[in-house]
């Protein structure tokens, strides 16, 4: 079975620049998680959605962070503009109803702002 | 400057000994945790997981351990390889309303095993 889908896996470009992180999550899982990663401050939940609705976006930096589930297959966490500080992994999960915090991880996308 | 990152504990063993990872919780409400294992340049991935109704739960060469008294969390790898060298990562989530699913994740133990 195919595990949580991420692309691109990894990207670089320029402060000021838009930035869009795409995520598949296993078929059939209802709930899907942002999260970013750096040495700083470890693995942080930015926002989750259950059934495309998002439930928690307490940890979404700023508002330069914008994510969307349009529909079960598919989000997109956006920045705009983006900044060098936003340099980490961001990490997509998924789970499904009956075992929401069973979350399984896809390979991450390694974002470098220059 | 010098950039200051979060400083993970870490567990040197040798190849065939026994792991012990420890993590300690501090939500009382916590009534569910999970291990993760985060090897170089990959996500998190799902070892173990244990409710808190449950004091010890086995699985395949991992055991998890819960003591609610303590709010303490161990992982125990049983023959240590080297291809269980990684970071390490528990985490808890509190249940009941918008926190149900919600993960919070410990800092994470780096485990380095010698051949």
């Known amino acids: 079975d195919a595990g949580v889908i991420q692309s691109p896996r990894h990207e670089v470009t320029e402060m000021g620049q838009e930035v869009t992180l795409r995520c598949k999550p296993i078929?059939?899982?209802?709930?899907l998680f942002w999260y970013r990663q750096t040495m700083m401050r470890g693995l942080e939940l930015l926002i989750y959605?259950?059934?495309?609705?998002?439930?928690?976006d307490s940890g979404m930096p700023e508002d330069r962070f914008s994510a969307k589930m349009p529909n079960a297959s598919f989000s997109t966490l956006k920045i705009q503009p983006s900044e060098p500080r936003d340099s980490a992994v961001y990490f997509c999960?998924?789970?499904?109803?009956?075992?929401?915090?069973?979350?399984?991880f896809g390979p991450g996308t390694r974002l470098l702002v220059l | 400057g010098e950039s200051v990152g979060l400083h993970l504990p870490t567990l040197s063993v040798q190849e065939g000994d026994n792991s012990i990872i420890n993590c300690a919780y501090s939500n009382s409400a916590s009534d569910y945790f999970i291990w993760y294992k985060q090897e170089s340049g990959k996500g998190p991935q799902f070892i173990i997981d244990i409710r808190s109704n449950m004091d010890k739960r086995q699985g395949q060469r991992v055991t998890v351990l819960l003591n609610k008294t303590v709010k303490h969390l161990s992982l125990q790898i049983a023959a240590t390889q080297p291809g269980d060298s990684a970071v390490y990562f528990c985490?808890?989530?509190?249940?009941?309303?918008?926190?149900?699913?919600?993960?919070?994740f410990g800092q994470g133990t780096i485990l380095t095993v010698h051949p």
């Open positions: 985490a808890e989530n509190e249940a009941g309303g918008t926190s149900y699913g919600k993960l919070t």
């Open positions: 078929s059939g899982h209802n709930s």
């Open positions: 959605f259950n059934n495309n609705v998002p439930i928690d």
């Open positions: 999960a998924s789970s499904s109803t009956h075992y929401r915090e069973t979350q399984y």
